[in-house]
C-alpha cells in the first residue's frame, strides 16, 4: 500500500496494519515468544533497532512511546505551548539515543502490559486523527509547529508505517525461530 496522502487512507492504513500486527502477535508460538531476539548474523540489519529490541515487549513499547510522543506534541502545541517533536536534547540526529532510554525505561514492563499500552493508545492516537480536517493533516503549513512536514506525514510515521515496521521484525525474527528447530 502506498504511503497514506488523505485523511481516509491514513485511517484505513493505520487501523489495518494496526491489525495485521494483533494477528501476527496472536499467532506467535511459545517458543518465538520465549526467543530472544538475535538479528546480529544477518549482515542487511545493520540499523541499530535490530540489537536494541529483544523480544515482542520491547516493539510495542517503541510504539507505545512513539504513539506517545505524537500525543503530547500535538495536545501541547493545540494549546498554544510550542513543543518541537523530538523531546530535548533529542533531534533527527540524536533520536536513537532516545529510543534506547524508551528502551531501559520500559525493561519492568511486562508484555501483558505493552500490549494494553499499545491498544489505549493507538485508540488514543486515532482519536487525534479523525479530529482534524483532510486539509489539517495533509495541506503544508496548516500549522507553523509541523514546520515544512504535514501533520499528517507524522501521524502516518507513528502508526501505519511504524505498525509495518514492527511486523517485518516481527517475521525476521520468526524465521530464524524456525531455521533453529
Known amino acids: 500500500m502506498a504511503r497514506p496522502t488523505t485523511k481516509n487512507d491514513l485511517i484505513t492504513a493505520a487501523n489495518k ?14 517458543k518465538e515468544l520465549e526467543t530472544e531476539f538475535n ?18 515487549r520491547d516493539v510495542l513499547i517503541h510504539l507505545y512511546e512513539w504513539h506517545q510522543l505524537l500525543i503530547n506534541w500535538v495536545d501541547l502545541n493545540m494549546k498554544g505551548k510550542g513543543k518541537p517533536f523530538l523531546p530535548e536534547p533529542y533531534n533527527w540526529k540524536s533520536y536513537g539515543e532516545m529510543n534506547i532510554e524508551f528502551w531501559k525505561n520500559h525493561q519492568d514492563t511486562c508484555l501483558e502490559d505493552s500490549k494494553t499500552m499499545l491498544r489505549d493508545s493507538h485508540m488514543k492516537v486515532m482519536e487525534i486523527i479523525t479530529s482534524f480536517t483532510n486539509e489539517e493533516l495533509f495541506s503544508k503549513n496548516s500549522f507553523s509547529w509541523t514546520g515544512t512536514t504535514t501533520l499528517g506525514s507524522y501521524c502516518v510515521s507513528a502508526t501505519a508505517s511504524h505498525y509495518d515496521w514492527a511486523i517485518k ?9 524456525s531455521l533453529s528447530k
Open 169 to 177: 521484525k516481527l517475521k525476521a525474527h520468526i524465521k530464524i525461530v
Open 39 to 56: 538479528f546480529i548474523d544477518d549482515e542487511k540489519k545493520k540499523e541499530a533497532h535490530w540489537k536494541r529490541d529483544k523480544n515482542l
Open 17 to 30: 496494519n494496526f491489525n495485521m500486527l494483533l494477528e501476527a502477535i496472536e499467532v506467535l508460538t511459545e
